[in-house]
Nanobody
């Protein structure tokens, strides 16, 4: 059974930094990537950054110059380093593990963490 456990959320002032961690336990079948999503009340969950099996990275424009995604394969931990945080970054952040859909061959989120709150204030 796969389990994702996030940590590292909290409250910071604008311009500050936080590092989120996600420890993965279990074996992800047909793994094709890992990523971080976020969600605010009343809005859909959106992808923030992802690292894919081919070594490439995806990110939304608003965080490209401020956030960094990385993995420590020795400890099965995914990180999201967030610098120069803005109030618009306030959200619940979710770790996601992706698997290849054997029917569509698409790389899709199969497992979610429980989420960690990030609050950025002025």
């Amino acid at each position: 059974q796969v389990h994702l456990m996030e940590s590292g959320g909290g409250s910071v002032q604008a311009g500050g930094s936080l590092q989120l961690s996600c420890v993965v336990s279990g074996v992800i079948p047909v793994s094709c990537g890992m990523g971080w999503y976020r969600q605010t009340p009343g809005k859909e969950r959106e992808i923030v950054m992802a690292t894919l099996g081919d070594g490439s990275t995806r990110a939304i424009d608003s965080v490209k110059d401020r956030f960094t995604i990385s993995q420590d394969r020795a400890t099965d931990t995914l990180y999201l380093q967030m610098n120069n945080l803005e109030t618009e970054d306030t959200a619940v952040y979710y770790c996601a593990a992706m698997s290849v859909n054997l029917t569509s061959h698409a790389c899709q989120v199969r497992y979610w963490g429980q989420g960690t709150q990030v609050t950025v204030s002025l």
